[in-house]
């Protein structure tokens, strides 16, 4: 490549991320969008963060049964390091979120541009920089971020080496960072070995090779899925040893029984629902719908082309189809589990947007049965495409949605078997201009500038408000019952008391009289940060009759904007006891 093309790309890059910091960084205490949300739970910050505070407060891990750093130990040390770098409190909280979104940008333009080129490296950089939703979860200080940027990591780091192939060790490493930031990267473990193996297999398996037709790997593909191997080793038997064996019975605990066997049901008309959810039950799809489209085009390119497919298209398409399994197997019915995939559409869009060669081979190249072993992957395709917009004529019902973008998948893919010839030699003829290119990639970016745009407009900050009031109530050190203690704990110094449904500090909370206050929703309904149906935090406001609300605060997570949490006095009513001042906080 020449100088002048390299200069462009690093120039495209910084701009990216400049831009990109500019996002995530203006406005730090600002509320998550709640007028049209894209599914952050803001008082999940205080929970998740729990652990890392306490150490910088109170030089401890843990001072109660809550203790999210066994599920999460890698995103608890680095708020550790933010808070004992910053101090603590929300924005502090926000800059390793933030970080992560950066870095993941950066390292997806970094394997575009080995992949695909340097416009792929550009436009991917861009898009993931600007995407709306992924900026917002950028600015929430959870793990879905910080997941995310490992995954987009190792999937670089493994592209890197096919040229360099000890680089694959910081693929491995990196997956396994993923894993012990939020176990949902299963998936992606699963990914990074199914490739690396199935290029291993291929090069050791002449027999397989010549009965199924198939190249032999190239030597830097195989060296680099070696060393990716190796990483994968070494970085999860350290993990094992150092961390996960020394707190194997809290480790078990929180990943297993809280995280896996408490939530979802595995019968079929279960696994069967949160599949068909996945394009319907949320706007993720529907708010990068140009992305999602063109990338199913990807996927469909690089599965027509999978014999010639190089490893990290692979990875790719094995990132997203993989990515939904786990959806289908785990919960579809949260959209956090949803950030993950938004790198692997832009990547996909990226190499769709800038490829030179032809998208699909000639139809020649193909057995006339490989229409029909290609109809469940159309079938996926076309449910995900049609469902992403269909949802719309039907917002506040999920059955119509479905069966509409069922038909019209069915209706899409079974015309092009029929009509193979025809649409599939058509679709193998076409190439994407670069000025074509410029336009989509203009009109996705646009999108999520404009939805970023109206969040402006309405944005809030009642919650850092309402975190402030209460430090301005309670004295440090007071004991707070409830996981919305946790969620207003950053700008203040009390010592929240969580309350989960079989899990956290559940067993004796009816029995803390030393835990005099409880923080908790009173609207849009009583303990609605817990459930909204049977809030557990109910049996603790229940068992004391004489409690009294001393003070309430404005706080912002549904669209209704009227969400109001509460601090009550276990004892308000018994004379023997002071009371607060009542009065409800102001904006």
Known sequence: MSDGLRRSYIGGVLAALLLGALLRGAWPTADPPWRSTVGIVWHDEGAWAHNARNRALLGTWRTDEW???????????????????????????????????LFAVLML???????????????????????????????????ESTMTAFIVASWAAYVLAERRP???????????????????????????????????????????????????????????????????????????????????PEYRFYNWQMSVTRKPSYTIRALMDRASWIPINHDFFTRMWLVTAVAALGIASVAARWRSARP????????????????????????????????????LFSLVVTTRDLLFPAPAAFPRWARWAALPLMLLLGYIVFGSVVRLAFIYEVRPGVRLAAALAAAAALMVCMRWEHSYGWLSRQRIRPAVAALLAALAAAGDLAQYWQWTRYR??????????????????????????????????????FVGR??????????????????????????????????????????????????????????????????????????????????????
């Not at 019952?481 to 110094?493: D, F, P, Q, W």
Request: aromatic letters at 10%; hydrophobic letters at 50%; zero cysteines.
């Open 312 to 347: 990290g298209e692979r990875l790719l398409v094995l990132w997203v189809l993989l990515g939904f399994a786990e959806l289908v197997v785990h919960d579809s019915g949260n959209e956090r589990r949803y950030i993950m995939f938004i790198p692997a559409l832009v990547g």
């Open 460 to 497: 809030t900050r009642e919650n850092y408000e309402a975190s402030l009031a209460v430090g301005r109530v309670l004295a440090p050190g007071t004991l707070v019952h409830g996981k919305l203690a946790n969620g207003l704990s950053l700008e203040n110094r009390i010592r929240p008391v």
């Open 109 to 143: 333009a970094l394997g575009l541009a080995a992949l695909g080129g340097y416009r792929a490296g550009v436009i991917g950089a861009g898009l993931l920089a600007t995407n709306f939703v992924f900026v917002m979860w950028n600015r929430a200080a959870l793990m």
């Open 502 to 587: 079989g899990f956290g500090n559940y067993e004796d909370r009816l029995e803390r009289d030393d835990v005099r206050y409880i923080l908790t929703y009173i609207a849009p309904s009583l303990g609605y940060e817990s459930q909204k149906n049977n809030p557990v935090i109910r049996d603790v406001i229940e068992a004391y009759p004489h409690r009294a609300i001393i003070m309430t605060f404005d706080v912002a997570e549904t669209a209704t904007g009227h969400d109001r949490a509460a601090l009550i006095d276990k004892f308000g009513a018994d004379p023997n006891k002071a009371r607060l001042t009542t009065g409800r906080a102001q904006n």
């Open 166 to 248: 000890a680089v694959g060790v910081l693929a491995g490493v990196a997956v396994i960072l993923a894993w012990f930031t939020k176990a949902s990267a299963a998936f992606f473990v699963g990914a990074i070995v199914i490739d690396a193996a199935w290029t291993l297999l291929l090069w050791r398996g002449h027999s397989i090779r010549a009965r199924l037709g198939l190249p032999s790997p190239s030597e830097g593909a195989v060296r680099a899925a070696v060393w990716t191997l190796a990483g994968v080793l070494i970085a999860a038997t350290a993990a094992i040893v150092l961390f996960v064996l020394p707190n194997w």
């Open 67 to 101: 203790n999210p750093m066994f599920i999460t130990p890698v995103f608890t040390a680095l708020e550790y390091a933010a808070f004992r770098a910053f101090g603590v409190g929300t924005w502090q909280a926000r800059t390793v979120p933030a970080v992560s979104g």
